[in-house]
């Protein structure tokens, strides 16, 4: 059995029986649309988040109404307009695509949220991720390692991380849940997540 397969078993088992994995685990994984261009330049093509995805992140994430989302990538800013409007949770989406910011904030209109959530065109890797509680993420796997010293460097102890279908290298997750979704394109999706402790990996 490949190494590739094993870890895939491990963390199907993992995500079912909500335990943690072991950094002697993790091997690092690369699951979804965004595979065949991971040498990409840019951080992501927009490729929207199934709502079944991102009802999970933010349930792995654990997510209140006294949590700060920063969505890095926030395309049509679904990811922190569901937080507020399921959670009462503040959220910035950060986006370069100037349909889409006006998209988000068309619908966090829409959705009434337009009190606790903006988006702001801005360049993911320039942005002060300090304030955050949680960081959500859908990226291309280089550009999340690219953001990982940022990540470990800014967020305080206790913040959450959490990638749609893409890792941080030899940072292991806490978590990794599969989450199967038969309207979308790509039906296997990965949902993996990270918490900020005392104890921080090298960046």
């Known amino acids: 059995m490949n190494g590739p397969l094993r870890f895939r078993q491990v963390a199907v088992l993992v995500a079912t029986l909500g335990l943690a994995l072991s ?27 199934p709502q079944s995805v991102v009802e999970m992140m933010l349930t792995m994430a654990g997510i209140s109404k006294d949590d700060i989302v920063y969505d890095l990538g926030s395309g049509d800013g679904r990811i922190v307009i569901t937080a507020a409007k399921k959670y009462g949770a503040k959220g910035v989406g950060f986006e370069i695509d100037d349909d889409l910011i006006q998209e988000a904030r068309e619908k966090a209109r829409t959705e009434g949220v337009s009190h606790l959530v903006d988006f702001r065109k801005q360049d993911v890797m320039t942005v002060d991720l300090s304030p955050a509680t949680v960081v959500t993420l859908y990226l291309l796997p280089e550009a999340n390692l690219r953001l990982r010293p940022r990540i470990l460097s800014q967020l305080r102890v206790g913040a959450r991380v959490v990638s ?15 989450v199967r979704d038969a309207e979308s394109t790509h039906s296997v999706h990965w949902v993996y997540l990270w918490r900020i402790d005392a104890q921080r990996p090298k960046p």
């Open 23 to 49: 950094p002697g685990v993790w091997s690092g994984a690369v699951h979804g649309p965004f595979a065949q261009v991971a040498t990409d330049p840019k951080l992501a093509p927009f490729v929207p988040t």
């Open 164 to 178: 749609h279908n893409y890792d941080m290298g030899d940072w292991a997750p806490l978590r990794a849940a599969e």
